[in-house]
């Protein structure tokens, strides 16, 4: 009988950017932007407001892979049979100063995409 859990993960998908534009102006003191995602391949069909989980790349200081971090679709477009070619999330880009050691921390996740260049992969989960 198959040990459901020996079986290795399965691998996340790869979407790929094909736009990210930051929305906030320019000195404003937060930064927000517009990821575009290209997801045709992934056979998925996205709602709005529906998570999509993103696996940051690297590993935690645990030197485990970072944990799932969850972003929430604002536009998707769709082909006939209803499966999303794209998707597009925004993401506050997260800095903060630690309060105990005034050190100034950046989010893991939300620097990675807000930093992405189009062409870049960005590993993304459909499910928790
Ligand atoms: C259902 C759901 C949907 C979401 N949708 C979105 C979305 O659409 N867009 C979006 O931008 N985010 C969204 N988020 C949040 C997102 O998942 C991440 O948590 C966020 O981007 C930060 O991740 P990070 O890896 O950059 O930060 P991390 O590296 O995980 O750092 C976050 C940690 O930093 C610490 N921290 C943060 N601020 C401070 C502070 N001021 N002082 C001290 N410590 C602090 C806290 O310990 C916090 O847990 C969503 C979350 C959920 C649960």
């Known amino acids: 009988m198959t040990d459901p859990a020996a079986s290795p ?4 998908y790869q979407a790929k950017v094909l736009a990210n534009r930051k929305i906030t102006p320019e000195g404003a003191s937060d930064e927000v932007f517009h990821l575009v995602l290209e997801v045709a391949s992934a056979q998925v069909s996205l709602a709005l407001d529906q998570s999509v989980w993103v ?5 935690d200081e645990n030197d485990r892979p970072f944990d799932l971090r969850a972003y929430s679709v604002i536009q998707t477009e769709q082909d006939g ?5 794209n998707l597009t999330f ?3 880009r997260l800095v903060y100063k630690d309060l105990f050691t005034g050190e100034v921390k950046r989010g893991t996740a939300s620097n ?6 189009p062409g870049d992969l960005i590993p993304l989960r459909f499910q928790g």
Request: net charge neutral.
């Open 9 to 12: 993960p399965t691998e996340p």
């Open 55 to 59: 696996q940051p790349p690297g590993r």
């Open 112 to 117: 990675f995409l807000c930093d992405a260049k």
């Open 81 to 85: 049979a209803g499966h999303s070619l």
């Open 90 to 92: 925004s993401v506050l």
